[in-house]
């Protein structure tokens, strides 16, 4: 009954059925795939989607909620396209992609097999948009790790980007992970780390010096409207997922980025996907 604040997940147990003592951040893996669909679909204009996927509840979310965009227009994936977390060769993954026509893919593998694919692709001559989900958002990583292959990379994001030039929180986030870690690349995770301890902040500070588990859930529960990292969020009783919306982003290089979208919110109907997935 350990008060858990924002396991650093998108899946759906954490919070369906509501679980007393835990709060989740990370919009679910099922609404990042609902949104990328949708951006592909009614933005990008794509003809031919593709997906290369995890090949566990992970990746089969996404599968799922783009699916649940996808079907009020009939459309379909021209390739799925599952990969294993022990998979290192890709290149058939590749060529089915490529053999299909995809001219949109979205990405839903570890870093290790994001940086295989986009980088296979870019060697065989298969240049899709790739969209990438928020697992793979730490931009100076990605893109050193592939060589700059990732530049173009549209890629999901919560909140105002780690990378901005301008907003002050990300400086003071920045100058602050500098004087303590200086030895420690700053990216997308470290400055998480930053937005999953803010609430948790806030709440302990409402409770002053009379501190217990039970107040802090209480406390977590009367956040029905904070700000994490420039993006409204809530928990109440009834409702322990913070986010259901994701910002698109693009790679220009290692620090660099264009903002491709507004925050988009997910319409899926999260509590009946969930539940067709056995959650």
Not at 133 to 147: A, E, P
């Amino acid at each position: 009954k350990i008060p858990w604040i924002a396991p650093v997940s998108g899946a759906t147990n954490w919070s369906i059925p509501i679980k007393n003592n835990i709060f989740s951040v990370l919009p679910y893996y099922i609404d990042e795939g609902y949104i990328q669909a949708k951006y592909a679909v009614e933005e990008l204009k794509a003809q031919k989607i593709g997906i290369i996927y995890q090949n566990d509840d992970v990746g089969k979310s996404a599968l799922v909620g783009a699916k649940d965009y996808f079907k009020k227009d009939g459309i379909s994936f021209v390739s799925e396209v599952p990969v294993e977390v022990t998979d290192t060769d890709l290149s058939s993954h590749i060529a089915r992609l490529q053999e299909s026509g995809a001219d949109v893919v979205l990405l839903w593998t570890l870093p290790r097999q994001g940086v295989i694919t986009v980088s296979s692709a870019k060697r065989v001559g298969f240049d899709p948009q790739f969209i990438a989900s928020f697992i793979l958002s730490d931009m100076t990583l990605m893109h050193g790790l592939t060589k700059g292959a990732w530049e173009g990379v549209i890629y999901g994001s919560f909140g105002t980007s780690a990378y901005s030039k301008t907003d002050p929180t990300v400086k003071k986030y920045r100058e602050t992970m500098k004087k303590y870690y200086p030895d420690v690349t700053w990216g997308v995770f470290p400055y998480s780390g930053f937005s999953y301890v803010k609430p948790f902040a806030e709440a302990i500070e409402k409770l002053g010096k009379n501190v217990t588990r039970e107040g802090l859930i209480e406390a977590l529960n009367e956040m029905n409207n904070f700000d994490l990292i420039g993006i409204p969020a809530s928990w109440d009783k009834n409702n322990h997922q913070a986010l259901r919306s994701m910002q698109l982003l693009k790679c220009i290089n290692s620090e660099e980025f264009e903002e491709m979208s507004e925050n988009i919110t997910s319409d899926a109907d999260i509590l009946k996907l969930a539940k067709e997935m056995g959650h």
